[in-house]
């Protein structure tokens, strides 16, 4: 049975606050984009941290039985992707993120409040 994006979402979420990533950040992009659906956007404070953080979403999309179709920079750890289809994942390195500034660029997108 396949996943809803509000189910990916919400299991890439989890994932990341297992592995304590900083100022988890998730935009819809429903009507902005056709990349995805949804975005999610973090950091981590070293690149241990970014390896874990991207490592625990990849085991839960396993787990979910979802496809990954790309992921992409985990041997560097500065800005890794991890592409769900409906939903990819950016996990920066602290020092990156703000450089980058990804949330900026998506600012047509709405912020997904919490549950």
């Known amino acids: 049975m396949s996943k809803t994006p509000e189910q990916i979402l919400a299991f890439v979420v989890e994932a990341a606050e297992d592995k304590k990533a900083a100022d988890i950040v998730s935009l819809n992009l429903q009507g902005v984009s056709l990349i995805a659906d949804y975005f999610v956007i973090c950091h981590g404070n070293s690149e241990t ?3 874990a953080i991207a490592g625990e979403a990849r085991k ?6 979802v496809n990954i179709r ?3 920079g985990i041997d560097t750890a500065r800005w890794v992707l991890l592409d769900l289809g409906d939903v ?4 920066f390195h602290r020092d990156d993120r703000q450089y980058y500034n990804i949330e900026k660029l ?3 997108a709405k912020v997904v409040e919490r549950v």
């Open 60 to 65: 839960k999309a396993h787990e979910h039985g």
């Open 49 to 51: 941290q970014v390896q």
């Open 88 to 91: 990819v994942l950016h996990v």
């Open 106 to 108: 998506w600012s047509d």
């Open 70 to 72: 790309g992921f992409e």
